[in-house]
């Protein structure tokens, strides 16, 4: 607000860092004079107002104050424009009017003055001029341009008593309307004329209407504004009220503004994932009016477009926002479009774009490969790759993967769809044991480096060639013959790659067919009843299997064809067969083992140097060892069966007992011994390893591929446990053995004796005192599938040759038969034996069979051995 103080009283226009604004934007037209004051006084220039009217006209009545209006404009605008502050100084020497003058804003172009003369005035004209100056500081040493000002005045006091002519409008007389709107409020002036008549009139300005022009006595009227057809501009005039000899002059001003901008929405945000797409948002735009006005719209940014960027109201703009215009990164920018329509000031629209940063993400966080036992890399494995970025591809990049890994990609372009990455390992890159590596993936996202991470590990164990056998028994004798044997070998990778594989024994020749060996044997260059042995070594073609496989192979050429039955003449109560030899090694619990050939029934040695306390025996699969519990010093024997002197003492965590049963294993080509109580020992170095979860005890089956034990208790209420075995060499040596099924089974029968298991490891066969039959099972689940009767013979042994062939054994003292051969699916029986004389009986678990399946050997319970022929 503008006060002006008469007589050395100046003030600040408004707030002094304001208004230099406020009079920058005014303008109008002249006035003139001159008055004292200031030290400084700028060049002579025309007046830097305007005052309507030009002179300040009024009739008082003596001892009353009343209030004057006067309308100002600034001419130069440009004359403030650098202030910082301005001050107005209006100078009275008559004391005509009170010191509270002041100027109110009307618009930004237009000022009214409200000026209130003294009550202390006598009757009498007063004439004169007041000084108004503009000042750049509070003592006014400094004047603005056209600075100062003379503002006539004529006023009349009339003696108390005498009506004077007034006329007072309820509001002032300034107006101000957009083009083409609504007219503004009329106003209404009350006038007082001591019962006079008067006149109105409107100073020739066709757009001052007034409701009436002449009347008598007190009374009213209406002032209103019709801007139609008015330019955008400001207009003044005056309301003149006349009576007799008396005036009021009231100035009045009009402001005629443009149309003003309306937009939709005062600000815009954009809120997205950097490298997405963004959205477009829409604005309205249109003017107050609804009146039709040109307009233009540009930006402040690059990321930020505009369209359209011109046109006429009413209109819509798309404010679209573009990351990649200088590849943001994720974070928060600021930006604004700016409207200005024809004739009027400009309008800001604030936007605001938030960026996210995009996820860059796997289907699975890890990939193993190798399996749990290190050996499968046959197949490759995938994941998905994506970017949360919806359609919008951007490259991607894999760090360098480890020598041991491959990948069919290792950068390209990602979007939300995602990508596939397949991975194969390389296990001829990496060594033995577990290796792991943590992978990242980074894609480049406008400004922004999103990243993820993948581990990858690989289980490595020793590749290998496993022979399907690594003792191979081959015969000649008269009427009897098998000189020839085909061997599957196999790929502990399931990667077959080839193999070689060479004789060290010229009669025997190896000729190699993809994954099959056939062996065969020349026995006319050996002497009748030789014993002949000879080692197959088979080398892989692919140069990353490390362990070669050796096949022990033997030839017995005997002289004659051997006898229906045969015993030996010393009482045994062990026995146990050679797979490789035509050998079985018996004890009686003494210090020595004898060597018998089951082809002659002659004792071929003895073996010394034990302990007078023998138990269980078991013989290596490729034949090289037999392994014998020793009861009395807590110990497992190892003989050398080549050179038929003991090698080595195993001593054993727990100690062995009569009831302690031992097995010999090669899972994975690695030769184990087993305990019937869980115990487990690599006979490589005899380490122990984690025990087997075995049911506390009982006869042992091995199948042939060493991947399948299962145990049968030795109790009145059997008890079957079924245990899958693998062995790795990574990790220092690693024995997975996981129980397949344990449960008590009535139906096999009580008093468990002897189990077996077929070559395929499909069927498990149980031989039990009750019933009379040897049972037949099913691996899976430990279901019985049949039954093989053996007459009134209490079954106590059960074997399996390797030509499927089915022995089941039993006790019996009278004169019928005590062993029973089936056919491979146990349905029919193809020969019956009786091995002792009548009050003798076989004796559990000691019934065995020669590596070919030909000869049967047995003990009854008058330790008596017996070789029976069975031929092929």
Known sequence: MLRLRPAYAAVPLFIATCLAAVLSACGGGGGGGSGGGGNTTPPVTSPALNFTPATVTASVTAGTSQT???????VRPGDFSNATAIFALLTDTTGVILPSAQVVRDSDTQYHATLQTAPTLAAGNYKGSFSVKLCRDNACASQFPGSPM?????????????????????????????????????????????????????????????????????????????????????????????????????PVALTVLPPGLVLGSSS?????????????????????????????????????TVSPTSGATPATTILSVDPTVGKLTSGSYSGAVTLTASNQTARTLPVTLNLTPAKLQTSVASLAFGGPYGRDFSSSQSLTLNLNTSTNSWPWQLDTLPSWLGANVTGGSVNQAGTTLTFKALPANT???????????????????????????????????????????LI????????????????????????????????????????????????????????????????????????????RVSLWRGAAKPAAATTAALPYTNLVADPLRPYVYAHNGGAYIDIYNVYT???????????????????????????????????VTIVNLATRSISAQLPLAVAGTSNTRIRLIRPNGVELLLLSDGQVYLTLDTKRLNDLPLSGGGVMAISADGKRLVQQSE??????????????????????????????????????????????????????????????????????????????????????????????????????????????????????????????????????LSGEGWVLSAITDDGTVTFLAIGP
Not at 68 to 74: D, G, H, R, T, W
Not at 283 to 303: C, E, Q, V, Y
Not at 438 to 448: R, S, Y
Not at 734 to 747: D, E, M, R, W, Y
């Open 601 to 635: 029934g002659r004792k071929e040695g003895t073996l010394t140097g034990f302990s007078s306390s023998l138990g269980d025996m078991a013989v290596t699969p490729n034949g090289d060892s037999l392994y014998v519990v020793d009861i009395n010093n807590s110990r």
């Open 268 to 304: 815009v945000t954009f809120n997205a994932v950097n490298g997405a797409p963004v959205p477009s948002q829409i604005i309205s735009l249109d003017t107050d009016n609804k009146i039709s006005t040109g307009f233009t719209a540009a930006s402040n940014a690059a990321w930020l």
């Open 476 to 551: 000649s004798v008269p009427g009897w013959s098998r000189l020839t044997r085909t061997i599957t070998v196999a790929d502990n990778y399931g990667s077959f790659g080839g193999m070689s594989a060479t004789s060290d024994q010229s009669w025997l020749v190896v000729a190699v067919s993809g994954n099959k060996l056939t062996l065969t044997a020349d026995p006319s260059q050996l002497t009748d009843d030789s014993l002949n042995t000879a080692t197959i070594t088979v080398t892989a073609s692919d140069n990353d299997v490390t362990a070669l496989e050796r096949i």
């Open 150 to 250: 003379s503002l006539p005045y004529d006023i009349t006091v009339v003696p108390a008593g005498q009506t004077t002519l007034t006329a007072v409008p309820t509001m002032p007389l300034t107006a101000s309307v957009q083009s083409g709107g609504a007219a503004p409020a009329s106003v209404t002036v009350a006038i007082t004329s001591g019962g006079r008549s008067w006149t109105a009139s409107n100073g020739g300005a066709s757009w001052l209407k007034l409701s009436a022009t002449s009347g008598s006595g007190d009374g009213s009227l209406t002032v209103s504004y019709d801007a139609s057809g008015l330019a955008q501009g400001d207009y003044s005039s005056t309301l003149t009220i006349a009576s007799d000899t008396q005036n009021v002059v009231l």
């Open 715 to 848: 109790t009145s209420s059997i008890k079957h446990t079924s245990v899958n075995l693998d062995y790795a060499t990574f990790g220092g040596g690693t024995l997975f053995a996981a129980k397949v099924n344990a449960a008590s089974h009535a139906s096999p029968g009580t008093q468990g004796q002897d189990v077996a298991i077929s070559a395929d490891a499909t069927r498990i066969y149980s031989a039990a005192s009750a019933p009379k039959s040897c049972a037949i099972m099913n691996t899976s689940d430990l279901g019985i599938l049949g039954y093989m009767a053996i007459g009134d013979a209490a079954p106590n042994n059960i074997k399996v040759s390797i030509d499927g062939r089915i022995f089941c054994g039993g006790a019996t003292r009278s004169g019928n038969s005590d062993i029973y051969m089936y056919d491979s699916a146990g349905s029919k029986i193809l020969q019956q034996y009786k091995l002792s004389t009548t009050g003798k009986q076989l004796l559990p678990r000691q019934m065995v």
């Open 68 to 74: 004057l209006s006067v309308a100002a404009a600034v």
């Open 431 to 473: 060594g033995l044991g577990a290796n792991s590596a943590m992978v990242t993936a980074t894609g480049k996202v406008n400004g922004d480096s999103v990243t993820t991470q993948l581990l990858f590990s690989i289980n490595k164990d020793a590749h290998k060639l496993l022979p399907s056998e690594v003792a191979v028994p």
